[in-house]
């Protein structure tokens, strides 16, 4: 247990689906991010948000919507997915935003497994 | 952000130790270094930073040359269940994790 949670760990949707993922750290951590991988690609980062406001958004289609109620809580939304959304979803947190020189660190969950049918 | 490069994969003799390079030539003054380990779909774990001198802790040691262009990560005695992919990291404006290096310990 990291201390940053995720659930569900693995979801099934079709492509007409809403569905949810969710985030949630106790570690008193101020920002907290979505990243997306795919089957062997890197990391790719979605949403960042920091003190409960959005920092950044990498050009994520609009069928993923990110809320973050606060600073302990992120969510992703998902609705009208296609199959090439299946991948791994992982949420992390960390104490600052890394601005180059010492950074604390992220702090990684288990991750949800999705799978676009 | 300086940027890291990493050789894409390496094996490891079970118990022996497995030095994994990182490149990171242009990293500046007040840049850190990071590796993180990711095994097979999980989140990425923090092993270790450092900045100029060489740490430890009861993961991995971390030796940073002089000159802080590269580093090696040290995994003194490697078990089946340090396989995984490993990220050196150089902190900037974003942390980008790259590809790293998938370290096969063999038994």
């Known amino acids: 247990e990291t201390g940053v949670t995720q659930t569900p760990r693995h979801l099934v949707m079709g492509m007409t689906n809403k569905k949810s993922l969710k985030c949630e750290q106790h570690?008193?951590?101020?920002?907290m991010y979505w990243y997306k991988q795919s089957a062997k690609k890197p990391l790719e980062l979605m949403f960042v948000?920091?003190?409960?406001?959005?920092?950044e958004n990498n050009s994520v289609p609009s069928r993923f919507s990110p809320e973050c109620p606060n600073s302990s809580h992120l969510f992703l939304h998902l609705h009208t997915l296609q199959p090439e959304d299946s991948a791994l979803y992982l949420c992390?947190?960390?104490?600052?935003?890394?601005?180059?020189?010492?950074?604390?660190?992220?702090?990684f969950g288990s991750g949800t497994r999705l799978t676009v049918v | 952000d300086a940027k890291t490069t990493q050789p894409p994969s390496m094996d490891c003799a079970e118990g022996r130790a497995a030095n994994l390079p990182c490149n990171h030539s242009?990293?500046?003054?007040?840049?850190?270094v990071y590796w993180y380990r990711q095994i097979h779909s999980q989140g990425p774990q923090y092993i270790i930073h450092?900045?100029?001198n060489n740490e430890t802790n009861e993961m991995a040691s971390l030796i940073i040359t002089e000159d802080r262009k590269s580093s090696t990560l040290i995994l003194p005695h490697a078990t089946l269940r340090d396989t995984a992919v490993y990220y050196c990291?150089?902190?900037?404006?974003?942390?980008?994790f790259g590809t790293g290096t998938s370290l096969t310990v063999i038994p």
């Open positions: 992390a947190s960390s104490q600052d935003l890394p601005r180059g020189g010492f950074f604390y660190g992220y702090t």
């Open positions: 570690l008193g951590h101020n920002a």
């Open positions: 948000y920091n003190f409960k406001e959005q920092t």
């Open positions: 242009t990293i500046s003054g007040n840049e850190y």
């Open positions: 450092g900045l100029k």
């Open positions: 990291i150089v902190t900037g404006n974003q942390f980008y």
